[in-house]
């Protein structure tokens, strides 16, 4: 099976990592799958430096006829048995193309993020009545395909985005290290996030309630893991510089980027998720695996994922005393901590692990190239 996956994103966040790890899954279980992605973008880099053949394409408008009759061209010329779209902006080059070039082949797309806009004018119409399966990340993001396009039930597949649980896997990573890189004493708890800088992902509201916390209790420490996306730098210099202002100004860890996010997990003793919409939240999936009790907002994708007062609690989003009554819970019961972090473990085994998702999708690539 040859299959051609699109990301024309210049980002890198959760759509363009899955996009990244999706390629992977299927090649390792025996898919030949190629990228189409933006030159120069992370995904590109990350993908090239995997091996993964990458095709550069430099489109981020509708209709760019150009591009469109290039792609038209290299469809005819490779002969992919299913093509796969990870934005749904791509669809725009990619209905085109196939339209010019006559060809029936599948075309799957999964929806990461939901839309505001209705998607039911004529144009949209057409470009979605050739989308043959449309794949959503979470409940919040089916209901959304729904309410916006002309997709009907059955075109729409939930199946969740998904963690390497044998890369997350907290019996085979200790806390050791991480926490003595950044002076993080055995008795101190560290409570940390890993997210893109990016309005609405909650930083402000952990700063804040990381805050008044430090106040109240002297051995905590806060670690805050993540870098701004393109475009986005001025925001996390603000996030940054929030923190000078606070009286314990020293309890508080910016990471940047880091590659070694399993042994950060691993080094934190409470996990916080507090983004405002979320369609999904991998990196809450990651923690839960590394076996980490959390506390969520009660948004959007993530009641899929957490189960509160069963692997997490949830709090009200952007509701910063809301957050701190629930972390202390955490902080002051270390018992409760370690009982909700088994039952984490054990909620990602069963329904978020990568081979549940890669049977899944290779199902639903089956299924479409044999029908």
């Known amino acids: 099976m040859k299959v051609l996956h699109t990301c ?18 299927l090649l390792n279980a025996g898919i030949d799958v190629e990228i189409l992605c933006y030159p120069g973008s992370r995904l590109y880099i990350e993908a090239f430096n995997h091996g993964i053949k990458v095709y550069p394409f430099r489109f981020r408008k ?19 048995d299913l093509i ?25 797309l999964t929806k990461h993020i939901g ?19 449309a794949i959503a990340i979470s409940s919040v993001i089916k209901r959304n395909l729904l309410e916006t396009t002309h997709l009907k039930a059955g075109q729409i597949t939930l199946l969740h985005d998904s963690v390497d649980t044998a890369r997350f896997d907290p019996d085979l990573v200790t806390a050791g290290k991480v926490r003595s890189e950044f002076g993080v004493k055995d008795h101190e708890i560290l409570i940390g996030m890993t997210s893109r800088f990016s309005p ?21 420490k806060f670690i805050i893991i993540g870098e701004p996306s393109r475009g986005e730098e001025d925001y996390g210099t603000e996030i940054k510089n929030l923190t000078a202002r606070f009286e314990h100004s020293e309890k508080f860890i910016f990471t940047g980027f880091r590659g070694d996010i399993p042994e950060i997990l691993a080094a934190i003793d409470i996990f916080v998720f507090p983004s405002h919409a979320e369609a999904f939240g991998l990196a809450l999936v990651e923690a839960m695996s590394m076996r980490k009790p959390s506390v969520c907002s009660n948004s959007d994708g993530v009641l899929d994922i957490a189960v509160n007062g069963d692997t997490s609690f949830l709090y009200e989003k952007e509701n910063v005393g809301d957050l701190i009554e629930k972390l202390e819970k955490f902080i002051l019961n270390p018992l409760l901590r370690k009982m909700l972090g088994l039952n984490a473990r054990e909620r990602v085994l069963r329904n978020f692990n990568t081979d549940i998702f890669t049977a899944k999708i290779i199902d639903i690539y089956n299924g479409l190239i044999n029908r």
């Open 8 to 25: 024309l994103s210049l980002s890198w966040g959760g759509m363009e990592m899955y996009s990244l790890q999706t390629a992977k899954l």
């Open 84 to 108: 796969h779209s990870e934005a749904s902006k791509d669809l725009w080059l990619i209905v085109p193309a196939l339209k010019l070039s006559g060809m029936k082949t599948p075309l799957v």
């Open 62 to 80: 509708r209709f760019h006829l150009i591009q469109i009759l290039k792609l038209s061209r290299m469809l005819r010329e490779k002969h992919f």
């Open 115 to 133: 839309s505001f806009i209705s998607k039911k004018d004529f144009l949209h119409e057409w470009i979605y009545k050739r989308v043959n399966i």
């Open 200 to 220: 609405g992902k909650g930083h402000e509201d952990f700063l804040y309630a990381a805050n008044q916390l430090s106040r109240r209790y002297d051995y905590l």
